[in-house]
């Protein structure tokens, strides 16, 4: 198998009810995640409402979830694109120290950054430790796509293992990986993530993983088995639930469902608010349907 491959929860984050940091609430979060049959975490990204935590929040984090998961067998990636190079540096060298297995980063997209910025960015940090970097596509996030042509120059730097591709241009996925064969590829859209396994990705990395993490490990065997029908079923099941917290938000959405089912994890962050006339309605809706959990 390639670096770093195979099916990781983008693990949510445990906030008290004033939005603090809470070490206990991760680790609730945690209990419920590592029962699941997946391959490993992804700590302190978009998921994990990273973007609004600052660096001393985000290296706590990757502690207590390093702590916790300690014996788990999980492979643990810690996201550490930050506004800054300084910053994401400093948490990257932080999740060497802990013993990370891999490190991903969104490109700098605080400003619009030339590629030849974007490309310093990830040649610097992928320097700066000996882990593995997981270069992220995720156009919803930075407000473009990247031209394959850079992806292709990320992939060719040293340290840099693959992509995680967010993004629904399926035709573009296949002619980076028709170019780059070797990089590890993860898809970061959970409801589609059947269709970038039929194309060949060899993982995936999602939000809804914290919840459905079994289903999407099945879903993914599956598809390796060519069992068409139990894909289309296992998919059609993870597209209910994404319809249902799109309508919540989906990370406050999967807090929400979280709770449901009896794990205390606190809420999102603000400014994210749980949505829509009558969540609550609309998670119990949700975790009552037909072969979810
Ligand atoms: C992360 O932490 O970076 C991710 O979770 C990426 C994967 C998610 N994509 C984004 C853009 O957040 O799981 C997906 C996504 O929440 C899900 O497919 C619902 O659209």
Redesign the pocket.
């Known amino acids: 198998t390639k670096k770093l491959a195979g099916m990781h929860v983008?693990l949510l984050t445990g906030f008290s009810d004033q939005g603090e940091f809470d070490a206990k609430r991760q680790e609730n979060i945690l209990e419920y995640v590592l029962k699941q049959n997946v391959t490993g975490l992804?700590v302190g990204?978009?998921?994990?409402e990273?973007g609004l935590m600052n660096v001393e929040e985000l290296a706590r984090q990757q502690e207590v979830v390093r702590d916790k998961a300690r014996g788990s067998g999980k492979q643990l990636i810690a996201?550490v694109g930050q506004p800054s190079l300084r910053e994401s540096i400093a948490l990257a060298e932080r999740a060497q120290e802990l013993g990370y297995d891999g490190l991903s980063a969104?490109p700098p997209h605080a400003y619009p950054f030339s590629q030849e910025e974007i490309f310093e960015y990830y040649r610097v940090l992928a320097a700066a430790t000996d882990l593995p970097l997981i270069v992220?596509e995720?156009p919803?996030?930075t407000g473009r796509p990247t031209p394959a042509d850079q992806i292709a120059k990320l992939l060719d730097l040293p340290n840099v293992a693959g992509l995680?591709f967010?993004s629904s241009d399926m035709f573009a996925l296949s002619q980076i990986q028709s170019v780059r064969p070797d990089a590890t590829y993860f898809f970061?859209?959970?409801?589609i993530i059947g269709g970038a396994a039929a194309l060949g990705v060899d993982g995936g990395?999602?939000?809804?993983?914290n919840i459905l993490g079994n289903l999407y490990t099945a879903l993914f065997k599956a598809v390796e088995l060519g069992e068409m029908e139990t894909l289309r079923e296992l998919q059609g099941i993870s597209q209910a639930y994404?319809n249902d917290?799109?309508k919540t938000g989906?990370?406050p959405g999967c807090k929400a469902t979280l709770q449901a089912l009896g794990v205390d994890c606190g809420p999102a962050r603000a400014p994210f608010l749980l949505r829509g006339a009558n969540p609550k309605a609309i998670i119990e809706t949700a975790i009552n349907r037909p072969g979810f959990q």
């Open positions: 983008a992804y990204g978009s998921s994990g990273g996201h969104l992220y995720v919803i996030r995680k967010t970061g859209f959970d409801e990395i999602g939000t809804t993983y994404v917290i799109l989906v990370i």
